[in-house]
């Protein structure tokens, strides 16, 4: 298996569908709104809904969807450990097609942890 750049390919998703929004952007416009209301804070907080949604994306065996949930947790200020702790509950309710996700979750994690911290540095420096 080839390692993925999984901060590129998530940029290159964006892109596209950026693009495709564009060409679609009646239903594309609707699922960006739907998709922003249920990701909204409520009784579950945006970070609880983006692991539930890894969750899913990796019994789903959705490479790309589970990268794209994995940084967005990241985003919405779940843990690492809180990330880990979601791996290992959708690998045990997965089973084994699930536990070889979790692996590609795992390495989408260090790699959106790499990106992140760049970017804070590069923050740090231009203040």
């Known amino acids: 298996m080839s390692e993925q750049n999984y901060p590129r390919n998530h940029q290159h998703l964006n892109w596209l569908m950026r693009r495709l ?7 594309m416009a609707g699922l960006a709104e739907l998709y922003q209301q249920t990701f909204a804070d ?8 983006e692991l539930i949604a890894m969750g899913i994306a990796i019994c789903s065996h959705s490479n790309d969807c589970m ?12 843990t ?3 990330i880990m702790d979601a ?3 959708a690998v045990l309710m997965g089973g084994e097609s699930a536990r070889l996700r979790g692996c590609e979750a795992f390495g989408a994690l260090e ?16 203040e």
Not at 42 to 49: D, H, I, V
Not at 67 to 78: E, L
Not at 111 to 126: G, T, Y
């Open 87 to 89: 791996i290992g509950v």
């Open 80 to 82: 690492r450990q809180e």
């Open 42 to 49: 409520g009784a579950l907080s945006a970070r609880t809904k």
């Open 67 to 78: 990268a794209a949930h994995v940084h967005d947790a990241f985003r919405a200020g779940a």
């Open 21 to 27: 929004t564009k060409d679609l952007p009646v239903p």
């Open 111 to 126: 790699q959106f942890e790499i990106e992140l911290a760049e970017e804070r540095a590069a923050q740090q420096l231009e």
